[in-house]
């Protein structure tokens, strides 16, 4: 069972509990059952709230280059494990693991894993459930 | 005979030296007595709620009730009362796994209490003062315990906050909270708090709700110097048949060193079309390092 959600997600549900039915920052638009692993250049680094965003440039199939969004967590908890606003910049060569948006019309997904342009994993790849500290 | 300006420079000296004297007792007090208080500096996370680089948690909904030694009291009406709301939660949890919008709007990052000391995945940091502990979290939400020897607010002056009125005293290292007047910060004027536990995605449970009559006690304390441990008791005749204790522990951030604020009211990058959320992404809150082609120009006049 995918355990990766958001906990702006998790609280809006809990939220939920004692008041009308509530939703933000979901990331209900990504396929949690699938996986993709995506190659490309780094564009942009957008470190802001409520959540950090890689814009990645990836060549398809027929060789052109899209622009893929992908989507993170929050500064506050990204910074708690060691990211920060350089951690990535312009250029980078790097390495994705994602779950895709479900709207294949739309390249982007939700961060899952990566490897950095020094070919070292980025920091903060998730332990599996029952793994934790 | 001395001297007249002798003398007065003689008193001069000696008031300056007893001036001196008084002082330097109180500020050897003052020392004592601050240092009589631990040092709980730093960033601190809850064990169980530490979020990765994904968003996702670290544990189970099982190992994180296990910390909380869980066993709530609930009466009968209470229990049937929770049972609706994960029945309502499931329910919900479902329609965002189909990718679609169950409805409302989610814009703000208050927990409140007791969320704020059980089920959040914020950090935060303990300010000692001889007179108050103010509890900081990076939702920017303060808990002030005041530890003057106050009691709590007047009854004809109270009412009930997400955050509650919270006095205490120091019982050695121990920090002895005691809060009352808590609602809902989402609810309606008269609803009480909520209790939940969050794990992994499938891990969300609300284990309890509670009245405004609610009343918390809280023994916090350093076990080790890298994990504070806070023991909640909770009595709430109205809800619950026994005090309901719970154990959450918090241990230091390992990759920070100062506070970071969430924001939860930034822009929408979930707007919903047909029912379903999409993507939008927003614009960075840092100087963008991108070359000058990109950069936002000022408009034509």
Redesign the interface.
């Known amino acids: 069972?995918?355990?990766?959600?958001?906990?702006?997600?998790?609280?809006?549900?809990?939220?939920?509990?004692?008041?009308?039915?509530?939703?933000?920052?979901?990331?209900?638009?990504f396929?949690?059952s699938k996986k993709v692993t995506v190659q490309g250049t780094v564009?942009?680094?957008?470190?802001?709230?409520?959540?950090v965003?890689i814009?990645l440039l990836v060549k398809n199939d027929a060789g052109v280059e899209e622009e893929w969004?992908i989507?993170?967590?929050?500064?506050?908890?990204?910074?708690?494990?060691?990211?920060r606003?350089g951690t990535l910049?312009?250029g980078d060569k790097i390495t994705l693991v994602l779950h895709p948006?479900?709207?294949g019309s739309?390249k982007?997904g939700?961060?899952?894993?990566g490897i950095g342009p020094d070919g070292q994993a980025?920091?903060?790849?998730?332990?599996s459930?029952?793994?934790?500290? | 005979m001395i001297p007249r300006q002798t003398a007065l420079a003689a008193a001069i000296a000696l008031g300056c030296a007893a001036t001196l004297a008084l002082a330097t007792t109180l500020l050897a007090k003052a020392g004592a007595a601050s240092t009589g208080l631990p040092d709980w500096s730093g960033?601190w996370?809850n064990?169980?709620?530490?979020?990765?680089?994904?968003?996702?948690?670290?544990?189970?909904l099982d190992?994180v009730l296990k910390q909380m030694e869980w066993s709530p009291p609930l009466n009968a009406a209470t229990k049937a009362k929770v049972d609706a709301?994960q029945a309502?939660?499931r329910k919900?949890?479902a329609a965002?796994?189909?990718?679609?919008?169950?409805?409302?709007?989610?814009?703000a990052?208050t927990?409140g209490y007791p969320?704020l000391m059980l089920?959040t995945?914020?950090?935060f940091e303990v300010l000692v003062t001889p007179k108050e502990t103010a509890l900081i979290f990076?939702s920017r939400e303060i808990r002030h315990i005041y530890t003057d020897g106050r009691p709590h607010t007047a009854k004809k002056d109270l009412w009930a906050t997400p955050w509650g009125d919270s006095i205490g005293h120091w019982e050695g290292q121990t920090l002895v909270m005691d809060t009352i007047a808590v609602k809902?910060?989402?609810?309606?004027p008269d609803?009480g708090?909520?209790v939940?536990a969050?794990?992994?995605?499938?891990g969300?449970l609300?284990i309890g709700?509670l009245t405004q009559q609610a009343h918390f006690i809280e023994r916090m304390r350093m076990i080790d110097p890298g994990h504070l441990e806070d023991q909640m008791t909770i009595i709430d005749p109205a809800n619950l048949t026994a005090p309901w204790h719970m154990r959450r522990t918090y241990?230091r951030?390992?990759?920070?060193h100062r506070m970071?604020?969430?924001?939860?009211?930034?822009?929408?990058?979930?707007p919903v079309v047909d029912g379903?959320?999409?993507?939008t992404?927003?614009?960075?809150?840092?100087p963008?390092?991108?070359?000058a082609a990109s950069a936002p120009t000022a408009p034509k006049k």
């Open positions: 069972m995918n355990r990766v959600l958001s906990y702006t997600l998790i609280a809006a549900a809990a939220t939920l509990m004692a008041s009308p039915a509530r939703a933000h920052h979901s990331f209900a638009m396929d949690q564009k942009d680094f957008r470190w802001t709230n409520p959540h965003f814009q969004s989507e993170m967590t929050s500064p506050e908890h990204l910074a708690r494990v060691g990211w606003p910049k312009p948006l479900r709207d739309v982007g939700q961060y899952l894993s980025l920091l903060g790849s998730p332990a459930p029952g793994e934790g500290k | 960033q996370e064990v169980g709620a530490t979020p990765d680089a994904t968003g996702g948690f670290n544990q189970t190992q709301m309502r939660e919900r949890l965002v796994a189909r990718g679609e919008d169950p409805g409302g709007a989610f814009t990052c927990f969320g089920d995945p914020l950090m990076s809902d910060p989402y609810g309606p609803s708090s909520a939940a969050f794990g992994d995605v499938e969300f609300t709700i241990e951030v390992a990759h920070l970071v604020y969430e924001d939860c009211e930034g822009e929408d990058r979930n379903h959320f999409t993507l992404p927003p614009p960075s809150d840092t963008s390092p991108a070359p």
